[in-house]
């Protein structure tokens, strides 16, 4: 039964999936919780012992679908393995609210490949201003691809989750609409409007008794429109007027038509509308961001119980993260998709983030990839015993780790991120593993498909430092550059190259052998790391040189030191 409107005592999102404190990892808490939620319903007769779990996400496709988007599939996803592990079936939906009209005309897209593109740069971009006011799914795809707008965006968040490894089920808004399945909970929440009015006006200012909750379509001039002046329960239908909506600091202009609309042809407010799909759908467990957490989840769970008398999912709060320091921002271009992410990253890496404590801020800073990668190979290294670790680390690399790879193999080889930028230097296969395998990066016992596996980091690494112009951002010389050394130059480079091939010196004696020959020779220390740069690279700086040396094949470096080619 319905709550009353009044006696509802709003819970905190941020208590609910916190069960247990003990877990290593905090999927397994949430799982706690939905498992307890399954059985409670499953024993009061609510529901069938073989229905599935439903975990839920979902977003506005308004415009382009960053990594920060992601947090809502892949927070469902880690939940709903560790419920799959425990033997329950379990299907991830993500529903795309594609109902919502067009508020604003958005100053940066992104084609079906995922490249983010200004609109002067794409085919009809007037499209979008001349449909404000509109459903998604009801304005052109300005990119001539997809049956919409709303279909472009919501085709984009079914690759990057692809890209990502997660199936989800991608649900319409406005295809639960036209098809009638969200009939019975429109039809509900009209039938209790006065209940309705009192629930939102908790929540929400200038709810008075004339507020209606549903904006049917306008059929003269397709906007949503929001002024409802009667409602036929029986046939199903209301009558509305089409009247000027607020969007922001403007404003979108009704036409003034007056017109009847069935309730397949408009759409629950957001507050409303939310639950009605956790109701429809089935939904046991929604992970959201924190902006929902004091507003729209309290005034979702407070119409869930006293407006359709259905107990709310369980909810998860994330916070949310940055992206280079700063928030993310399709309309200021501070954006990056799933996609860009695994040119820059194994999937496992990123996999990896995402396992993270949802409950801390975090920034994913493009610039410092290599502090991930190297966090993530540690944490591999402790889930294996080849490193040792706090109680805590060593039980959470336990636990977490087989959730982020596709396959747990302790024979894998990992190739420091660093030192793959640097064998992307040259784009000879061969000699990469050449370079690999003297570093010591690729041991002599590696199966043929971990070696093949660890290079595969290589021309990642490459791209990350192509994009951020870092320190590594260099081209091996692999012919002989033109030089003019002096004598003493000459002479000094000769005596390191005799050093490399009596010694096979490390890169730290490799480094510091480059100072005292340069001293021995009267070369300035400065010059001869600028003649090393330019045997090497062609260029007058580049990586440590003595690490850089060292990884290279030694016969190539004295040959290239001797001036021989």
């Not at 992206?323 to 309309?331: H, T």
Request: net charge negative; hydrophobic share 40%.
């Amino acid at each position: 039964m319905p709550l009353d409107a009044e006696s509802f005592d709003a819970r905190s999102p941020h208590t609910l999936a916190e069960s247990d404190r003990q877990h290593a990892f905090w999927a397994d808490a949430v799982a706690d919780a939905v498992e307890n939620r399954v059985e409670a319903a499953i024993e009061a007769g609510e529901r069938d012992s073989d229905a599935p779990i439903v975990v839920k996400g979902g977003i506005s496709p308004s415009g382009v679908p960053h990594l920060g988007n992601m947090n809502e599939v892949m927070r469902g996803y880690f939940v709903a393995e560790a419920l799959r592990e425990r033997g329950y079936e379990v299907r991830q939906v993500f529903t795309t609210d594609d109902r919502d009209p067009l508020r604003k005309v958005p100053r940066k897209l992104a084609d079906l490949d995922g490249n983010v593109v200004g609109l002067g740069e794409v085919e009809d971009a007037g499209a979008l201003g001349r449909n404000l006011g509109k459903p998604y799914t009801a304005i052109p795809d300005p990119f001539g691809c997809c049956d919409s707008y709303g279909d472009h965006f919501s085709e984009l968040i079914r690759r990057s989750a692809e890209q990502l490894g997660v199936d989800i089920d991608i649900v319409s808004n406005t295809a639960l609409y036209e098809s009638g399945e969200f009939e019975d909970a429109t039809r509900e929440v009209l039938a209790n409007a006065d209940r309705a009015r009192k629930v939102l006006a908790n929540y929400q200012n200038k709810v008075d008794a004339d507020y209606v909750p549903f904006n049917p379509i306008c059929a003269e001039c397709g906007t949503v429109t929001e002024t409802v002046t009667s409602i036929d329960l029986d046939a199903g239908t209301v009558e509305y007027r089409c009247t000027d909506m607020e969007a922001g600091d403007n404003v979108i202009e009704g036409c003034g038509h007056q017109g009847t609309a069935t309730f397949r042809e408009g759409k629950l407010p957001w507050r409303f509308e939310w639950p009605a799909q956790w109701r429809v759908l089935g939904v046991d467990f929604e992970p959201f961001g924190k902006d929902h957490a004091e507003g729209s989840w309290p005034s979702g769970d407070h119409i869930a119980r006293a407006v359709f008398g259905d107990k709310p999912p369980v909810p998860m709060v994330y916070e949310w993260f940055t992206l280079n320091g700063e928030p993310f921002s399709s309309s200021a271009g501070n954006v990056v998709l799933a996609g860009e992410v695994l040119d820059l990253l194994e999937r496992a890496v990123v996999h990896f983030f995402f396992a993270k404590d949802p409950k801390r801020a975090r920034d994913f800073d493009i610039h410092a990839l290599d502090q991930l990668v190297d966090e993530f190979d540690r944490f591999e290294r402790v889930h294996f015993g080849e490193v040792e670790g706090p109680e805590t680390e060593r039980e959470r690399a336990e636990r977490v780790y087989p959730f982020v790879v596709d396959e747990v193999r302790p024979e894998r080889v990992r190739i420091a991120y660093t030192f793959a930028a640097v064998l992307g230097m040259t784009d000879d296969l061969d000699l990469r593993e050449t370079m690999a395998r003297r570093s010591g990066h690729i041991p002599d016992d590696a199966p043929e498909w971990a070696t093949e596996d660890a290079l595969d980091r290589v021309p990642l690494a490459r791209n990350w430092a192509v994009r951020t112009d870092n320190e590594y951002n260099y081209r091996l010389a692999e012919d002989l550059p033109e030089v003019d050394f002096d004598a003493n130059t000459e002479a000094a480079l000769t005596e390191l190259a005799e050093f490399i091939e009596s010694e096979g010196p490390d890169g730290e004696a490799l480094q510091e052998a480059v100072y005292e020959t340069a001293r021995g020779n009267d070369v300035e220390v400065g010059d001869f790391f600028t003649a090393g740069y330019r045997l090497f690279l062609d260029e007058d700086q580049g990586p440590r040189l003595g690490p850089f040396l060292a990884a290279l094949d030694r016969q190539f470096v004295v040959r290239r030191l001797r001036l021989e080619g």
